[in-house]
């Protein structure tokens, strides 16, 4: 038996293999905190058990999950897609629930009276296997570009409707627990404390909130927000359970509170290292509960669970989505993606298996159906354009249509720029092109904003730059150059790659967000990658240089010569306690002081052997005076060497002027 401290650390080190082995495989980190529960579970390896203390850290991260929601609760955003949400959403997780119990109801027939499930057992595993995850299934759809296609609209307003039918569920199911001869008063009873607790709590804590945060804020401390933010998560949550209520419910009013004040974003901020370490934990414990055993003895049964729920729902969901007015390929892909199942799934078997709704046995066989579901949900959603293609005639017909569309608008158009992507920076590009006469053909994947700009006389088609196909039809041939106006390394390489295939002489100027990915995109052929933050920055200095009254030649001169240095001179920057962890891989500045017992002292530039550390000497400072750090200066004690590099390099590079 492990001591609580042993635990702990058994619990963190196999996480941190477990996500870094399924990062490798470019799968979503929940799945590894799943696996590696099932592996050091009392069912497996037997390295852990599931203790009260482990259950009570996993039940706080479901509550600081249920509080993320509440915070992108927007009553505007639900409003705006409320045919989605409330139509398409809803008829969707009703539909699913009621399939279920349909589904209960026949099998009694065949299952021994040892584990028959009754309408109440029914109602809650259709809740459960409603849900979708929220998490790959968003990873996916912002990888490939997606998000604002027509599928992923409908994806989205699915997916929020069924995070908002969590909370309902977490009210139901423990009441359908009860006697059933109770079950009418307790649901009311149920009911009515609901419609207390969430009256006082809107109500009151509406005028509260914003009020006592701003009391908060205006002090001036970082731990004292962090804390207050806390005292309300876990002290909304409290209340609901002392009403006889879920933990989850409460942390989900808190986030809706908070979601309508201006402190919305930095809460999302500081909340986030909570919320993902202590969800890692639940999903582990989730995977504790798998008994290996039984799965492998039984598995024929789980694939039939796994196939028949997937099916199931695809099926569901695209006729759902059909019937909703949309085409064929779109209902296809919407289905494909939400056939899995959930993260919110898990929370709410979890409370079925705590009320013994189901037997175990049930739970055991539907659990690893739904581990399953979620490892096969990647590769489905990858596979979608094939599916799509190979059973979706039309799909054929409007991919065929929109490559004869493009065909047909650059046919007799000769050293145009083909523009990926005709968002605001596409747009602009497209603008001045038309103003210097020179022929574009932009490609863009929103339907609606093609639809807007072709009426307007632009030359816009839909089709994805990222296409062989497309780039073919869009003249790639005659075509003078390539604008990828989007901000996506992983999309612009791709482009690249086929521009490189289909017309290697052609220039490609990219786009990118920031100077971490330029040399990547130089190497893979961009003949100028455009960093919109060195831009920026440029942009600004030279307005500040001229009100200042800095001659405008020498100023244009200062920005030409940058650019053709790479932005060499302002890549990397002094990085503060307010910057996010997130911004590791990117290039930053540190300052190193040299005392006399460094061991670079004395020693030449060169000779200091830093290219092993990935980083480089950007200056020195000697006294007040700046100088360049030339490979044959000698350094002195007292110097100041400015480091540039990501984290990692400038820390060995550090250890190496110092050890």
């Keep these: 038996m492990f001591s609580p401290l042993e635990l702990t650390l058994l619990l963190l080190g196999s996480a941190v293999l477990g996500v870094v082995a399924f990062r490798m495989m470019h799968l979503p980190p929940m799945l590894g905190y799943l696996a590696v529960g099932i592996l050091i579970g009392p069912h497996a390896m037997g390295l852990a058990e599931n203790s009260h203390a482990t259950e009570l850290l996993a039940e706080f991260g479901v509550v600081f999950l249920m509080f993320s929601i509440g915070l992108e609760f927007s009553l505007p955003k639900l409003m705006a897609m409320r045919s989605i949400v409330f139509g398409l959403g809803m008829a969707q997780v009703v539909l699913t629930i009621a399939v279920t119990m349909l589904f209960g109801w026949l099998i009694h027939f065949v299952l021994p009276p040892s584990i028959q499930l009754g309408w109440q057992a029914s109602f809650a595993l259709g809740g459960a296997l409603a849900m979708s995850s929220t998490a790959i299934v968003v990873k996916m759809l912002t990888e ?84 207050n933010l806390l005292l309300v998560t876990l002290g909304a949550a409290w209340i609901t359970e002392r009403a006889g209520l879920s933990l989850a419910l409460g942390a989900f009013v808190a986030g809706m509170l908070i979601s309508e004040t201006e402190y919305k974003h930095q809460v999302e901020e500081d909340i986030k290292p909570f919320r993902d370490v202590l969800l890692g934990l639940f999903f582990i414990t989730v995977g504790m509960l798998l008994n290996v055993r039984i799965v492998l003895e039984n598995w024929w049964l789980v694939l039939l669970l796994l196939t028949g729920p997937v099916l199931l729902k695809f099926a569901l969901i695209a006729g759902l989505a059909r019937l909703f007015g949309a085409s064929t390929s779109t209902a296809m892909r919407t289905g494909l993606a939400l056939a899995q199942a959930g993260e919110f799934g898990f929370v709410l078997l979890n409370v079925v298996g705590g009320m013994k709704l189901v037997d175990p046995f049930v739970v055991q066989l539907v659990l690893a159906s739904m581990v399953l579901s979620m490892l096969v949900a990647p590769f489905l959603i990858a596979q979608s354009d094939k599916i799509v293609m190979k059973f979706s005639a039309n799909e054929w017909m409007m991919q065929s249509l929109n490559l004869t569309n493009i065909a047909a608008r650059t046919m007799s158009t000769q050293k145009h720029v083909i523009v990926a992507g005709f968002g605001r920076s596409g747009q602009s590009l497209a603008t001045l092109l038309s103003e210097e006469n020179i022929p574009y053909q932009a490609l863009d994947l929103d339907p609606v904003r093609v639809q807007e700009a072709q009426a307007a006389g632009a030359n816009v088609s839909y089709g994805d730059a990222a296409r062989r196909e497309s780039l073919v039809a869009a003249g790639i041939k005659r075509a003078s150059a390539v604008v990828i106006t989007y901000a996506s390394t992983p999309s612009a390489l791709r482009v690249l790659h086929l521009v490189h295939e289909l017309a290697p002489e052609l220039p490609v100027i990219v786009r990118s967000h920031d100077d971490t990915d330029l040399d990547r995109l130089k190497e893979a052929g961009a003949a100028e990658v455009v960093p919109e933050l060195m831009e920026g920055s440029l942009m600004l200095a030279s307005h500040a240089l001229v009100m200042l009254g800095v001659p ?5 001169h200062r920005v030409q010569r940058a650019r053709e240095e790479r932005y060499a001179s302002l890549r990397g920057y002094f990085h503060g306690a307010s910057d996010s962890s997130e911004e590791s891989e990117m290039v930053r500045l540190h300052s190193v002081s040299l005392g006399e017992q460094a061991s670079c002292v004395g020693k030449c530039v060169r000779d200091l052997g830093l290219a092993e550390t990935g980083a480089e000497i950007s200056a020195i400072r000697r006294g007040k005076v700046r100088l360049e750090a030339a490979p044959g200066m000698t350094l002195e004690a007292g110097d100041v060497v400015v480091l540039r590099g990501t984290a990692e390099e400038v820390a060995r590079a550090e250890n190496d002027l110092l050890a």
């Excluded at 009151?204 to 001036?220: D, S």
């Excluded at 405008?552 to 244009?556: A, D, G, S």
């Design 144 to 227: 490939r570009l997606e998000l604002d296609s027509q599928h992923g609209r409908k994806i989205i307003g699915i997916l929020l409707f069924q995070d908002l039918a969590v909370v309902p569920l977490l009210i139901l199911i423990p009441a359908l627990a009860q006697n059933p001869a109770d079950l009418p008063r307790t649901l009311g009873l149920a009911s009515l404390k609901a419609a207390v607790v969430l009256l006082l709590l809107l109500v009151l804590g509406q005028k509260v909130m914003r009020k006592w945060f701003t009391i908060v804020v205006m002090r001036r401390s970082q731990e004292l927000f962090m804390l």
């Design 552 to 556: 405008l030649r020498r100023v244009v």
